[in-house]
């Protein structure tokens, strides 16, 4: 047996009846299955109104509005890029809605979902993908860190903050976002052994899209990633990335259990990335067609609006007005895109540090100054 | 009251006052708490202050670098021990991309106050990595400031100014002058953090220095006067930002100017200087800026490192190059 298909058969162990990525997984927390049926898991009950489910597929609804107005607008050349969300809506808007108000969550870069559940204007964070700024939201006032580009590096910034909850005996955790490809960083690493060692109120949530660009899981690790947890000895469990009740379940347990000094929790959500890594890639150069229709099946607002429809839940109506309000906010993002006003030049120079040295002053002077010489003439 | 006191010492004491003075400082690094360091910088401070002021962390540091980031960001002052200047390198990213940058990509929302204490240089024949000096790679990037001290009473001074000052500081200890002796008087007014100091006048050489260069450039002056040659020594102290008005003062004077340091000179700060030095007193200059420093390889193994390190003779060597230009 070669070593490749070793790893192979460590990572998918039952390969049976579905694709590749899809083999039966007895450990995958699941409420709502693909058909949206509602089921019960002995470890993650949960209790939810019919409005609490009306609010969380008018999330999804308008959180992927949100992502495909912006890789339009991508196209039409009115950003730089898009890193778009597709697919893994369920697993973001659940780990957003399981969060309290103290709460602060570190994301990566795709974590357009997690930002519409803190609130933050998507505006705030197309206008980092057209090069207006680094993020324009408030990471304090929302809760929400800015994006962080560098693979897995928020992890740590996670973890430290969480010891700083410690210290300041906050009721509070941080929920750290990552992706299959970051838990190969040594950083990522790191940030599990420090949070273990001082019980650090801090949930590692790692959305396992099964790409790092075009590098399949398979290539990150010999292990299903939720058991790489038991290693730094804190739980790992694996949830249907694309059931968005199961996400919210499981990272309420994980968030109240680091609130109440149990420490970290690993969480896996199994998703897959529908979409490119970004506007600039070709999903086509790395992966079959087949996957993308096998994995189309479990889509997550799919799966939810059968749930509401078999209930009686939701109706038409509802649906009909979710839809309408998606255009109102697609029609927000694309004038609110393109009036966005050009930053000043002078903006470079002007939060660098907080307190400014002398040589960085003058350069800014030298740049006004240089400017102005040709308004002059 | 002023007392004599090591160089180390006053560190152990300038971070105890710092600790006393804010509730938010936390210090951070490997060995620093049960041992007190292995320089035992930070004696004594764990079993005064407690573990979680005094971490003795997991051994990692991107890992510490990291976690201050977050530590920060709850309103806390990290001091992060970094034990060997070579050892920086798996916190470099944690340090370039996130602490340097994270006022600026928030717009000042974030403000980033933690102190990187790094025992940096060489001469006290250490294996690889423990003898080497980043000035360089940090003070080229924006977002990070970067000080050298020198004496006892700079180290008292400057770890307190650094661990109050709102923007992350890069602290470098010259580790071979840990145990030099010096004057601390906890009730003088230090000079300011980031600004540079004459410490000996002269008129016929400016010869320019920081962090353990300083002794050696003081020791050449010393030789020098014997041979009638005035040397003005100036400790620079502060390396990003750069304090050369006090440089342009005396070299409009001399006419000529030598940079010396422990790092390799090609891109060194002795680069940087030169090139401004030039730019500023340009009509003053009598000879060309010449530099003294490490050679461009990696640092040599402890038998070899005093044909490495810049010393008193080839101090003296590039004040003869520059009066007989």
């Excluded at chain 1, 998507?122 to 090069?131: A, E, K, Q």
Aim: glycine share 10%.
């Amino acid at each position: 047996m070669s070593v490749l298909s070793r790893t192979t058969e460590l990572v998918d162990p039952v390969p049976g009846d579905g694709a590749p990525h899809l083999p039966a997984q007895p450990d995958l927390v699941q409420l709502l299955t693909p058909e949206g049926e509602r089921v019960e898991h002995p470890d993650y009950a949960l209790d939810v109104s019919a409005e609490e489910l009306r609010a969380l597929y008018r999330d999804l609804v308008l959180v992927r509005r949100w992502d495909v107005e912006a890789t339009a607008l991508q196209r039409q050349g009115e950003l730089g890029l898009w890193a778009s969300l597709q697919g893994q809506e369920a697993a973001q808007v659940g780990a957003g809605r399981a969060m309290a108000a103290g709460d602060m969550a570190f994301p990566t870069y795709r974590e357009h979902g997690v930002a519409w559940t803190r609130e933050v204007d998507p505006l705030h964070v197309i206008s980092m993908f057209r090069g207006v700024d680094q993020g324009g939201w408030d990471p304090v006032a929302t809760g929400f860190n800015l994006y962080t580009v560098v693979i897995g590096a928020q992890t740590l910034h996670a973890t430290g903050y969480a010891m700083g909850l410690q210290r300041d005996g906050a009721d509070a955790a941080a929920l750290a976002f990552l992706g299959d490809g970051a838990t190969s960083q040594g950083e990522v690493n790191e940030a599990m052994i420090w949070a273990a060692t001082f019980a650090a109120p801090v949930v590692f949530f790692c959305q396992n899209n099964q790409y790092a660009i075009s590098a399949p899981i398979e290539r990150q690790s010999r292990v299903p990633l939720y058991q790489r947890a038991s290693g730094f000895g804190f739980p790992g469990v694996r949830v249907d990335g694309n059931d968005v009740l199961a996400v919210l379940a499981v990272t309420r347990a994980a968030l109240a259990a680091a609130r109440e000094g149990s420490g970290p929790t690993f969480i896996e959500a199994f998703t897959y990335r529908m979409g490119a890594h970004t506007t600039s890639d070709d999903p086509s150069r790395y992966r079959l067609a087949g996957e993308l229709e096998e994995w189309a099946l479990r889509d997550p607002i799919a799966r939810l609006k059968a749930h509401l429809s078999r209930t009686g839940v939701a109706d038409r109506d509802f649906f009909d007005a979710v839809d309408a309000e998606g255009d109102e906010l697609a029609v927000r993002i694309r004038t609110g895109t393109r009036g966005m006003p050009e930053p000043a030049g002078t903006e470079i120079f002007d939060h660098v540090y907080a307190e400014t040295t002398p040589e960085l002053a003058q350069q800014r002077a030298e740049f006004v100054a240089y400017h102005a010489s040709f308004e002059e003439a | 009251m002023a007392d004599t006191t090591t160089l180390g010492k006053a560190l152990n004491l300038g971070l105890r006052r710092a600790m006393e003075d804010d509730a938010k400082v936390v210090l951070m690094g490997e060995d620093i708490g049960r041992l007190g360091g292995v320089f035992r910088i930070t004696d004594g401070l764990q079993k005064d202050f407690g573990e979680q002021r005094v971490v003795d962390t997991p051994l990692g540091e991107a890992g510490i670098l990291g976690t201050a980031v977050g530590l920060a960001m709850r309103g806390y002052r990290p001091v992060c021990e970094i034990q060997f200047d070579g050892f920086v390198f798996p916190a470099y990213n944690q340090i370039v991309t996130q602490v340097a940058k994270l006022h600026a990509r928030s717009r000042g929302r974030l403000p980033m106050p933690i102190v990187i204490r790094i025992p940096f240089g060489g001469g006290i024949g250490a294996v690889e990595h423990h003898s080497e000096s980043p000035e360089a790679y940090f003070a080229h990037t924006a977002g990070l400031k970067v000080v050298a001290v020198s004496t006892p009473a700079d180290a008292y001074w400057g770890i307190q100014q650094a661990i109050a000052h709102p923007d992350p500081v890069v602290f470098l200890e010259p580790k071979r002058r840990y145990w030099e002796k010096g004057v601390v008087d906890p009730d003088a007014t230090p000079g300011p953090l980031f600004g540079s100091r004459v410490v000996r006048g002269g008129d016929d050489v400016t010869v320019l220095a920081y962090g353990p260069m300083v002794k050696t450039a003081l020791q050449a002056a010393e030789v020098a006067a014997g041979e009638g040659r005035s040397l003005e020594v100036v400790d620079l102290h502060a390396l990003s930002p750069l304090d050369l008005d006090p440089v342009y003062d005396s070299v409009r004077r001399t006419g000529r100017c030598v940079v010396v340091h422990e790092a390799p000179v090609t891109l060194g700060l002795g680069a940087e200087i030169a090139a401004r030095v030039t730019e500023a007193c340009f009509h003053s200059l009598e000879a060309p800026v010449l530099r003294v420093g490490g050679y461009d390889t990696p640092y040599p193994p402890a038998k070899l490192e005093e044909d490495y390190l810049p010393d008193l003779d080839r101090v003296l060597d590039a004040v003869d190059r520059s009066l007989g230009f």
